[in-house]
């Protein structure tokens, strides 16, 4: 995956690289001007859906933190970082340079829309674990996204245990009792990711695996699920 900063990578030839994820795929298009239209055009329909929202109904779904001083805003947490939803104009500004883009607004606003959908309702993080299968689409999108992280995750999971934790930590995450390691990630309060993984041995080889709690569609549509992890595991994997 590709982020802002960082110039492209060019496989040798003959090498077997893994595709193109959709985070990078949105970030490249951005930088280089390709199809920005298009997403500029989504952000700003993101943002009319979210004027037609309660201010504090965003702030409880998303449990988020409403301020009143000064300009009105929404505080929304995001990993180790947080954006802000501003109410007057409304627009979202980014808590760190490397989460500034275009493309990361736009999964915001996605993440508000959904929630925002699921006023009244009782949807909560439950604390049971899904694979991307089980999500909306997932079959599709998760076919890829396995395809687009294997090796950035495997890579993570071969650090050593101190590096695997301090990069962990550097990105918001906790340890889980799951697998043999696991580090569970909070995207928004309400969109937690977990990460785990499985030693290898003499009989079996090592295998790790991207879980979501099973509300997790409540909350992003399923494609923003996996542009996130996408990011999340380059991070991680990149240090």
């Avoid at 951005?30 to 859906?49: C, F, H, M, P, T």
């Avoid at 409880?60 to 000064?70: A, I, L, P, R, V």
């Avoid at 501003?86 to 606003?109: F, N």
Wanted: glycine residues 8%.
């Amino acid at each position: 995956m590709r982020v802002l900063g960082q110039g492209s990578i060019h496989p040798a030839a003959g090498e077997n690289m893994p595709p193109p994820d959709e985070y990078t795929m949105w970030i490249e298009r951005e930088k280089i001007g390709k199809n920005v239209g298009e997403l500029q055009k989504s952000y700003d329909l993101l943002i009319e859906k979210v004027k037609r929202i309660d201010p504090l109904s965003i702030a409880e779904m998303t449990e988020s933190h409403y301020k009143s001083n000064g300009i009105p805003r929404i505080v929304i947490p995001f990993l180790h970082s947080w954006f802000v939803l501003d109410l007057l104009p409304y627009r979202i500004r980014a808590g760190h340079a490397v989460i500034d883009t275009l493309t990361m607004k736009v999964l915001v606003l996605h993440h508000i829309v959904a929630a925002g959908e699921n006023q009244g309702s009782a949807v909560r993080v439950m604390g049971q674990w899904i694979d991307y299968r089980s999500l909306q689409h997932g079959a599709v999108v998760g076919a890829h996204l396995a395809k687009s992280t294997t090796e950035n995750l495997g890579s993570y999971f071969a650090l050593d245990n101190e590096q695997r934790v301090a990069r962990a930590l550097r990105w918001g995450g906790k340890p889980i009792e799951l697998a043999d390691q696991g580090f569970v990630f909070k995207f928004f309060p309400r969109l937690p990711v977990a990460l785990i993984h499985w030693a290898g041995d003499e009989e079996f080889p090592s295998y790790s695996k991207i879980l979501y709690d099973i509300s997790a569609s409540n909350y992003m549509p399923t494609h923003g699920l996996a542009a996130l992890t996408e990011f999340l595991i380059f991070r991680l994997a990149e240090g």
